[in-house]
């Protein structure tokens, strides 16, 4: 009975993976996580191949929840214009805990500096999922240019909640002016 | 003589804390800095109080560089506004390189989650030069809000280069176009 992994072990490690990642950094080492989770390292070593490989679950399993958190319902009656405006009031709402590090999938890519990394590819193809949020509305509300203004639109997104996470600004009075600059050169209804 | 720390073991170690922090992150450790740097661990804890001091030492160092390659001389006679476009211009240039990672004062602040970090504060107040430069000239080119203008540059300076630095997108088509849009809405001439 001693190898076996008990049940919530690996929900345990996802949640100390994220949180810890997030709050100090992806070179967080495996004692502290394995720590933060009440989990042996013989027992994250059964479930997982390698720190790699537990930090890229994690920043998988906490996408929908992080798509859940900034982008509207489906089919909520806003209109395009709306609809982005929306996740940019998301931003701005969560940059103001006290606890914000930015985008969480910003951040795991800019410690990595290594796009090949298991984590740094699921981070790539979460914000790819937001930037085809904004393509899809911007076409959708009559974008001039709908792939350039979804490519500005994530590249505000990034800055913003970069500069928040590390304090250097905050979106309150900054995002939404920015964005409406954007959506009305783009003639987003 | 053995207790000396030969005269170059300084600029080494700056220059190696600088180089590696950025391509492989500030968690780099000691014993990479000073095997990069050609010099005993003895002998860059008489130069430094800690690797702390060291990294914040090679990014207080750097500053002048960094605003070299990005700013406009003083006084050259261009205009505002094409002052502001030069920095972007510049971003443009340097992100094109394959060892390209984003501003270095972004990506520190990010991966140290620490505002209280002697690196921290070093890269905190090089970027607010930056702000600075964008706040002048946009009161000199008559924007209607220079605060907010500066604070929408300095914006999307990080988040482009950022995007640049994780290979998420390229400034090229996406960072004047931008920078344009924002700089008419302020009636920057």
């Known amino acids: 009975m001693s190898n076996e992994v008990r049940p919530n ?112 590819k699921v981070a790539h193809r979460v914000k790819e999922g937001l930037t085809s949020f904004f393509r899809d509305e911007a076409a959708r509300g009559g974008a001039s240019d709908p792939e350039l203004l979804a490519r500005q639109l994530s590249l505000v997104f990034d800055g913003a909640s970069a500069r928040a996470g590390i304090r250097a600004d905050a979106p309150a009075g900054l995002l939404a002016p920015t964005v409406d600059v954007l959506l009305d050169a783009a003639g987003v209804r």
């Open 9 to 120: 072990s690996r929900d345990r490690l996802l949640e100390a993976a994220a949180a810890r990642s997030y709050l100090d950094g992806v070179h967080v080492g495996v004692e502290a996580l394995c720590k933060a989770a009440g989990v042996s390292k013989r027992s994250m070593y059964q479930l997982f191949e390698s720190k790699d490989e537990l930090l890229a679950a994690s920043l998988e399993q906490r996408a929908p929840g992080f798509a859940a958190r900034l982008l509207p319902p489906d089919d909520d009656g806003r209109s395009p214009r709306e609809r982005i405006r929306y996740v940019f009031e998301r931003v701005e709402k969560e940059a103001a805990a006290p606890d914000y590090r930015g985008c969480p999938y910003l951040a795991v890519q800019v410690e990595l500096k290594d796009a090949s990394h298991p984590a740094s």
